[in-house]
């Protein structure tokens, strides 16, 4: 019923940019944060930025100053623009919604979108 689309990533250079966007839908009632997760080969997902709605934002310590999360609410819509690429950035980048559909409205759950790679290397 609920669906996370991501776009964007690619190979980038080191020190280049990269934007990526995620987009829910479906019968969705009420979202209450979304948010980017990355997973690198052999490692942990781990938290890259979330952005709860009408709260601060969050970031990983690695991408403080280099990474920005921003949410367009009217489009269900959550960008990650990465600047300053370096290799071990690389990974598969996870959108994530924390949120209640029609269904169960009083019941938010946590959704993940599939994956969208990101490789930074010359």
């Known amino acids: 019923q609920v669906q996370l689309v991501e776009s964007g990533g690619g190979l980038v250079q080191p020190g280049g940019s990269s934007r990526l966007a995620c987009a829910a839908s479906?019968?969705?009632?009420?979202?209450?944060?979304m948010g980017w997760y990355r997973q690198a080969p052999g490692k942990q997902r781990e938290l890259v930025a979330t952005?709860?709605?009408?709260?601060?934002?969050n970031y990983a310590d690695s991408v403080k100053g280099r990474f920005t999360i921003s949410r367009d609410n009217a489009k269900n819509t959550v960008y990650l623009q990465m600047n300053s690429l370096k290799p071990e950035d690389t990974a598969l980048y996870y959108c994530?919604?924390?949120?209640?559909?029609?269904?169960?409205?009083?019941?938010?759950?946590?959704?993940w979108g599939p994956g969208t790679q990101v490789t930074v290397s010359s």
């Open positions: 479906g019968s969705i009632f009420d979202i209450y944060a």
């Open positions: 952005i709860p709605t009408g709260g601060s934002t």
């Open positions: 994530y919604a924390r949120l209640s559909t029609v269904a169960e409205w009083l019941k938010p759950e946590d959704y």
